[in-house]
């Protein structure tokens, strides 16, 4: 495919073939036909929906989810990959950019059981399902006395083990439900200053090839600023402590008027340090302060005892 500015004559969508990815890239070629665009989607399994009896921490991380459609950018076969932005690698492959970055839905996590309306009422030593190693860490601070235990599939999946009473109570992202119109299943929402969402969480992006110019102009008007900055500072926050889903660690930003404050958590999986949580705020922009938000703001976990990925031992 050339680079040109002229848009082509239909757009192709790649994207994970769950119901969740699927209804979040028919979104974005609905607003895309909305705006005159002819819009298809390229449906694809990645080895992140095949590998689901590991961790994903285990197995090679977010990078799992996102690699089978960077080949079908890079050969051509697709213009745009659609992706939940928490799932996307702090560092994308050269040659590859977030074109755009949607209005974010709710970013809190939400607490879904069938016997009990909050963390709170649950039992002692009630059995939780997550494989966040964010939520295991923050869940085991609220609560030690629970047991945490591994959940992984899709959204549907992890519903229909909860209601086969594997678990007492599982934790999603609000944002995945609501978008599938489960919205009934959310029992409760909890607030950010007892679990933290994680960077990015429920936010769209579009990830392009960098020399697509033509696609990155017809992005343009889908991108919501005061979300790509909000993100652009959590992610930054990752970068710098080289996160993963092999490190606990949490970020989240909110505007107030042009004034963006930030709360980033970090947890010790080995359970010899205790939680470290900090906060920063600045005037915040354009990108060059967002990032420079999240950097300051790492550097305050480090400061606080939280050890980069890079500089754990093996």
């Known amino acids: 495919m050339n680079s040109e500015s ?11 073939e769950s119901q969740l990815a699927l209804w979040q890239a028919e979104h974005v070629q609905a607003i895309l036909r909305g705006r005159g665009h002819s819009v298809e989607l390229l449906g694809m399994t990645t080895k992140g929906d095949q590998i689901l009896d590991r961790a994903l921490s285990k197995v090679g991380g977010k990078g799992l989810f996102v690699k089978e459609l960077e080949v079908a950018l890079e050969e051509g076969r697709a213009d745009m990959a659609v992706h939940s932005l928490k799932d996307v690698p702090m560092e994308l492959p050269k040659g590859f950019v977030l074109a755009c970055v949607m209005t974010r839905e709710d970013p809190r996590d939400a607490f879904v059981s069938n016997k009990y309306a909050s963390l709170d009422e649950l039992p002692q030593g009630a059995v939780v399902g997550t494989s966040s190693l964010r939520r295991q860490a923050l869940l085991q601070a609220l609560r030690p006395d629970l047991k945490i235990e591994a959940l992984r599939g899709n959204v549907n999946t992890r519903l229909r083990k909860l209601d086969e009473g594997l678990y007492d109570a599982i934790v999603l992202a609000a ?13 409760t929402k909890f607030d950010p200053a007892q679990m933290l969402p994680a960077a990015g969480q429920g936010a769209l992006g579009i990830e392009v090839r960098a020399d697509r110019q033509d696609i990155i102009d017809a992005l343009a008007p889908l991108a919501d600023q005061s979300t790509w900055l909000t993100v652009t500072a959590e992610r930054a926050v990752s970068r710098c402590m080289g996160g993963s889903c092999s490190m ?12 963006l404050h930030m709360d980033a958590a970090w947890g010790d999986m080995e359970g010899s340090q205790a939680m470290v949580r900090v906060q920063a705020s600045a005037v915040v ?12 703001l790492a550097a305050k976990l480090q400061a606080a005892g939280a050890v980069p990925a890079s500089t754990k031992p093996d």
């Open 6 to 16: 002229s848009t082509p004559a239909s757009i192709v969508i790649a994207t994970r």
């Open 175 to 187: 944002a995945g439900l609501m978008r599938l119109g489960l919205s009934d299943r959310i029992r």
């Open 248 to 259: 606990p660690l949490a970020a989240f930003g909110r505007f107030e008027g042009d004034t």
């Open 285 to 296: 922009k354009d990108f060059a302060a967002a990032n420079a938000l999240g950097e300051s």
